[in-house]
């Protein structure tokens, strides 16, 4: 298995605000991140895929300046909404990258940010 | 065509029923499938792999069907515990990580 922790877990801010949620790989290291969010009732949807040290993949209609991701190193990675609004109101997860032969995915425990 | 689609359910079914669930993927190069569970406002968690030849643990057996592109969930004796959402997982192409995530099939155990 894997273990992975997010913080915070639950955070609500006034529209306009950044909020920055932070995403660890606490046993192994990963070189590899993937962002998601899930809009209630649907499905996660992957954001961006980011690689240590390097500029982060954005999936076509993700604002690139406005989800700013930071993998800083193979433990870290960070992922900042800037000035937040209504509409990203949203359960989003990270999911660090660890090699199996299953191909199986580990996430985080996801931060539900919630726009007023 | 949905990447990947489910029926969204609710599936309502009694303690002790066998229940069904399938879905479709659209990519024909994908190479790995999972079912995950997702718990309300929790993460997903791996339910299982899914292999070309099926395979069983304990009340649960998926199976896949490449031909028609797709795969399957069935969970024998449901629990009340079974109740959840059921999520379709396929990777996006050989040699990628990317993974394309299904709706969700919700289940409802019903004591």
């Known amino acids: 298995g894997a273990v992975v922790s997010q913080h915070p877990s639950w955070v609500i801010c006034k529209s306009g605000t950044s909020v920055k949620i932070e995403c660890r790989s606490l046993d192994f290291q990963a070189t590899t991140m993937f962002w998601y969010r899930q809009f209630p009732k649907q499905s996660l949807m992957l954001m961006a895929t980011s690689n240590e040290g390097s500029k982060a993949t954005y999936e076509q209609g993700v604002e690139k300046d406005k989800f700013l991701i930071n993998h800083a190193s193979l433990t870290l990675s960070t992922l900042t909404v800037t000035s937040a609004h209504p509409e990203d109101s949203s359960f989003y997860i990270c999911s660090p990258l660890k090699t199996s032969e299953t191909g199986e995915q580990y996430f985080g425990p996801g931060t539900r940010l919630t726009v007023t | 065509r949905k990447e990947v689609e489910q029926d969204p359910g609710p599936f309502n079914v009694p303690e002790g029923a066998t229940v069904a669930f399938n879905c479709t993927y659209s990519?024909?190069?994908?190479?790995?499938f999972f079912w995950y569970r997702q718990d309300c406002r929790k993460e997903p968690k791996l339910l299982m792999s899914v292999y070309s030849s099926g395979n069983e643990d304990g009340r649960f057996t998926a199976q896949l069907n490449r031909a028609s592109q797709y795969i399957s969930l069935l969970i024998r004796d449901s629990k009340l515990s079974d109740s959840a959402t059921y999520l379709c997982v396929v990777n996006w192409g050989s040699g990628t990580y990317k993974y394309i995530f299904g709706t969700g099939t919700r289940l409802k155990v019903l004591a």
């Open positions: 990519n024909s190069a994908s190479q790995s």
